[in-house]
């Protein structure tokens, strides 16, 4: 008896989108890859970074918290946050572990890999590049702001993104996911600095464009201050498309849930707006467009709904090939 084939999603992405999404992906038979920007340069991540020379580890930890299948005492153990104490202050356990194997594996991958089996990681995580990369915006007016950290507080509208060192090499392990990926979930996460950060690692991008799987963006629900202020959906989707020189993205998922007036103003203090649905747009160019309510609230904060977004992703792999 032939053994059935686990469909093989890869999700790209980073910030609190990405791990979000996987806990509910988590929970179906198949193979998960995540492949995470290592582009961070602010809080732990950013001090572990410039005083290990190590890429980021925040992202990445946060993602096999995500995926693991261990005691929640144990992941509970791994997030913790040091809220005091000479150099410890603010830093998480999880990422001192991944520096501490780091220095002990010499490379971040092998810690990584050694990480998730203690974790019990379902799937594979997968750093965008195994060394540090540095974003960069170009500004509507011309001016260039380098550091992830530090482009949403620039105050200015972004033009496009781009990555230094520019010969950066994507794990060989990472193209061949893309490549026999049943389907590419891109977000959801930071238009410009969680989720460009991967495609723009040059051969990801290009693989991304190349793939016979099936590719689905998972667009924000608000706009962000600093990244996207007053994007629609549309907006959002060609920032994405004009960076990758391709018109790559075959399905786009949007929200039409309604969100309180009591959160909306919360989030206006922040200057963030719902993300308006212009979507109609997106079907000249043969877009599908999946609307639904996908938003769930913790502590007053909109996050997308883990269960109802994994659900409609697992659809598009079993749904059957339209005619």
């Known amino acids: ?26 929970q179906y038979a198949i193979d998960i890859t995540a492949i995470v920007t290592v582009a961070d340069d602010g809080g732990s991540s950013g001090r572990l970074r410039d005083e290990l020379d190590i890429p980021p580890p925040g992202d990445v930890r946060n993602v096999l918290a995500a995926l693991s299948d261990v005691e929640p005492l144990i992941v509970e153990l791994f997030q913790h946050r040091f809220k005091n104490g000479n150099g410890l202050s603010g830093h998480s356990l999880g990422n001192l572990i991944l520096a501490a194997l780091t220095s002990i594996t010499g490379d971040f991958v092998k810690a990584i890999r050694e990480m998730s089996k203690v974790l019990k990681v379902h799937g594979q995580v997968l750093p965008a590049a195994n060394k540090s990369v540095v974003l960069h915006a170009e500004m509507e007016d011309g001016v260039i702001v380098s550091g992830e950290s530090k ?142 309510n996908i938003v769930s609230y913790e502590d007053h904060v909109i996050r997308h709904d883990t269960k109802k977004v994994a659900s409609l992703l697992i659809s598009l792999i079993t749904a059957p090939p339209s005619s």
Do not use: W
């Open 1 to 26: 008896m032939s053994v059935k084939h686990q469909p093989k999603i890869v999700v790209i992405g980073g910030g609190t989108g990405l791990p979000v999404l996987l806990r509910g992906l988590k």
């Open 151 to 292: 482009i949403p507080y620039s105050g200015k509208r972004i033009k496009k993104v781009f990555l230094t060192p520019e010969n950066i090499e994507p794990l060989p392990e990472t193209i061949e996911a893309i490549r026999s990926a049943d389907l590419i979930v891109i977000g959801p996460g930071s238009l410009y600095t969680s989720i460009l950060p991967n495609l723009l690692v040059p051969k990801i991008g290009q693989e991304v464009c190349q793939a016979k799987a099936k590719k689905v963006y998972i667009c924000n629900v608000m706009t962000q201050a600093g990244e996207t202020l007053h994007y629609t959906v549309s907006d959002h989707v060609k920032a994405l498309h004009d960076h990758m020189g391709c018109l790559f993205l075959d399905v786009v998922v949007v929200n039409n849930g309604h969100i309180p007036e009591e959160i909306q103003k919360r989030y206006a203090e922040e200057l963030a707006e719902p993300v308006k649905d212009d979507s109609d747009r997106l079907i000249d160019l043969g877009i599908q467009v999946i609307r639904d």
